[in-house]
C-alpha cells in the first residue's frame, strides 16, 4: 500500500512481489493443523509469476504431503482465496510429486508452533534412519521423554498415536516422512 | 490370446515411442493404478468395523494412501489416453477428453487389470493383514526399482508412494508376527489365511507382455529382478511369525490381463453404482 505510488512509476521488480506472494501465503492455514501455515508445512514448493498478453498469472507449485491426503484440495482452494483476497484472481495451482514430501522441509518455526498446539513435533531427519519404535518423542504436554508408540496411524495420515508415561495423556505425534 | 492381440497391434505404422505407450505403457499404468484402487477398496470395507479403534484408523489410513496412489496413476493414464489414444473393451465417452474418473467409474471388469490377490474378499483381520503384507512386500520392492524408471511421471509417483508403503509394511509384517506368533486361535486363524491367498502370489511377481515391454524399454520393472527379494521378506517375517512357507506353486494368475475372479464385479458394481445409475452426478 505505501508504495502504491512508486509502483505507478516504477515497475515492482518480481521478486519483491513474489516476496509478497510468499508473505500471503504465510497466512494460509493447513485446514487439518491450522496453527500451520501452508509454508510452515512445505507444501508450496515455488511462486513464479508467468506473463501472457499483458495477463499476470500467479503459478503456485505444491507438493501433497501424503498421496491420499483429503486436505489436499482443501488446501488448494486456501490458497486461492488466500489470493484472491489479495488482489490475485489469476492462479494456476500446479501440482509436483518430486522431490516427495518430507518433514525436513518443516520450517523451526512451523515445529514450535505444533508442539505449542499439542502435537509432538517430527524427530530427528529423514524417514529412513529410525524406525518409529527406536525414536524418544517428547511429550508436547509435560516433556517428559517416557513416552510409547500406541499406534503408527493416527488421527490423519501425517500423524501417530503416542501416550505420556508419566502425565499419561494420549497425544498426536507428527511422523517424520 | 492376450499377447497375439497386442502383437497384432504393434504391427500397425505407427512410431515405435507411440506404439510402447498406447500398447504397453497405458496399460501398465492402468495396472499399477488397479491394483492400489481394488487393495485400497477392499481395506475400506474396515472403516468403522475395525477390531479396535486404533487399528480401525490404521487400515482406513492405508485404503487412503492406496487410494491416493490410485488416482496418481489414473490422472497420468487419462492424459495418455487422451494424447495418444487407447481402446478400451468397456464403453467409454467419445465427445470429451477421459479423466482419473471415468477410468475409475466406468470400466468394466475385463478393463481392470489388478492382480487377483487384491480383489479377494477382506475375510477375517488375518486375511486382511496377511493380504496387505504380501502386497506391500511386493509394492515396496517394485517402487523402489520404479523410481529409477526413464519415464519421469512414473518415478515421481514411485519416490511419493514408496514412503507410504514403507509404513504399510512394517505395520502388516508386525500383525503377521503378532498374529503368528499368537495364541493357538490366531496362529489357526494365519495358517488358513495363507491357504486362502497363497495360490493367488505368483501373479504378483509374474511379467504379463506389458510389463516385458515397458521393463525393456527402461521404463517399467522386470518383476524377475524382485522375485527372490520378495521370497526373502516372506521367509523372514513367517520365521519370526512361526508360521511355514507354502511350498506349493502359486498358480492362480489372469487378473492383470483382465480375466479375474467372481469377486470383483461385485466391487464395481457397489463402487460404480451411482456413476452408472446417474452419469455425471456430482456432490
Partial sequence: MVNQEENIN???SQEDEIQKLWAIMEN????EVPVLSVVDLGVVRNISIQQSSGDEKIVVDVTPTYSGCPAMDMIAMNIRIGLLQNGYPNVVINTVLSPAWTTDWMSENGKQKLKDFGIAPPVGKSFDTASLEDIVVECPLCNSNHTHLVSHFGSTSCKALYQCDDCKEPFDYFKCH | MFNKTSQQITDQPITNHQSLITNHLIPYLLHLADNSLILGHRNSEWTGHGPILEQDIAISNIALDLIGQ????????????NEQGYSFKSEMPKARSLTE???AYLRDVWDYKNCLLVEQPKGDWAQ???RQFFFSAYQSLLFQQLQQSSDKQLAAIAEKSLKETTYHLRWSADWVIRLGD?????????????DALWMYCGELLENTSYETEVAAAGIGVDLS?????????IIAVFEEATLPVPQTEAFQRGGKDGFHSEHL???LAEMQYLQRAYPNANW
Fill in chain 1, 10 to 12: 516504477l515497475p515492482v
Fill in chain 1, 28 to 31: 494460509v492455514p493447513d485446514p
Fill in chain 2, 70 to 81: 490410485s488416482r496418481n496413476f489414473y490422472q497420468y493414464a487419462a492424459a495418455l489416453v
Fill in chain 2, 101 to 103: 474418473d471415468d477410468l
Fill in chain 2, 128 to 130: 486382511t493383514v496377511l
Fill in chain 2, 182 to 194: 499368537g495364541t493357538e486361535e490366531s496362529h489357526e486363524r494365519m495358517l488358513k489365511a495363507i
Fill in chain 2, 225 to 233: 529382478s524382485i522375485k527372490a527379494h520378495w521370497h526373502q521378506k
Fill in chain 2, 265 to 267: 464385479g461385485f466391487i
